[in-house]
């Protein structure tokens, strides 16, 4: 069974540093495309980054330069580097593990989340 364990989430203040990781468990592999998504109360959840199993990133227009995305295949861990953090990065940042033979939705597996708060 396909388990993902994110962690490093909390408070944080404004322009300060926090870095996520998600940890997989089952049949994650290094062919999976990794992402992180991120979600408020009432709103949708949104794509923050993602990383292709050839590593190849791509980032949300509002974390740019800011975010970080990568990856360690050995260890199935997947990483979220935040800097110069903002009060409106404040979600639940979930990770999500979309496997290479099926692009679907309902293929993907997620994480339970880790909550950030940005707040001085």
């Known amino acids: 069974q396909v388990q993902l364990v994110e962690s490093g989430g909390g408070l944080v203040q404004p322009g300060g540093s926090l870095r996520l990781s998600c940890a997989a468990s089952?049949?994650?592999?290094?062919?999976?495309?990794l992402n992180w998504y991120r979600q408020t109360p009432g709103k949708q959840r949104d794509l923050v980054a993602g990383?292709?199993?050839?590593?190849?990133?791509n980032y949300a227009d509002s974390v740019k330069g800011r975010f970080t995305i990568s990856r360690d295949n050995a260890k199935n861990t997947v990483y979220l580097q935040m800097n110069n953090l903002k009060p409106e990065d404040t979600a639940l940042y979930f990770c999500?593990?979309?496997?290479?033979?099926?692009?679907?939705?309902?293929?993907?597996?997620w994480g339970q989340g880790t909550q950030v708060t940005v707040s001085s």
């Open positions: 990383i292709t199993s050839g590593s190849s990133t």
């Open positions: 999500m593990a979309q496997p290479p033979n099926c692009r679907a939705t309902y293929c993907a597996y």
């Open positions: 089952g049949i994650i592999g290094s062919r999976y495309e």
